[in-house]
């Protein structure tokens, strides 16, 4: 069992930056790998970005490459999500994900535990 709390998220203007935190608690953080997802209104929850359980593999959705940067600390039991040049169509909540596997997933039906979620709002 993991338990994941999401923290970070926030108001920003077009442009700016912001680090979403994901610490979990439980056993074998390190057995997980872990993912970012969000849900803007009246949208499908979309993938984000992944990463193993090691660190060694990353993935980050096409929407987000070169803005968005995928990390873990398994000392801290935590996975984050730096967010640059933030743009209005990146408003969501943002939520963490955990998979109990040695590879990531870019499906959310693959992960087995969600955290609650953050609001990022990104004005114009």
């Known amino acids: 069992q993991v338990q994941l709390v999401e923290s970070g998220g926030g108001l920003v203007q077009d442009g700016g930056s912001l680090r979403l935190s994901c610490a979990a608690s439980?056993?074998?953080?390190?057995?997980?790998?872990m993912g970012w997802f969000r849900q803007a209104p009246g949208k499908e929850r979309e993938f984000v970005a992944a990463i193993s359980r090691s660190g060694g593999r990353l993935s980050h959705a096409d929407s987000v490459k070169g803005r968005f940067t995928i990390s873990r600390d398994n000392a801290k039991n935590s996975v984050y999500l730096q967010m640059n040049s933030l743009k209005p169509e990146d408003t969501a909540v943002y939520y963490c994900?955990?998979?109990?596997?040695?590879?990531?997933?870019?499906?959310?039906?693959?992960?087995?535990?969600w955290g609650q979620g953050t609001q990022v709002t990104v004005s114009s």
């Open positions: 994900a955990a998979v109990r596997a040695l590879y990531y997933r870019i499906e959310s039906r693959d992960y087995d535990y």
């Open positions: 439980g056993r074998a953080f390190r057995e997980y790998s």
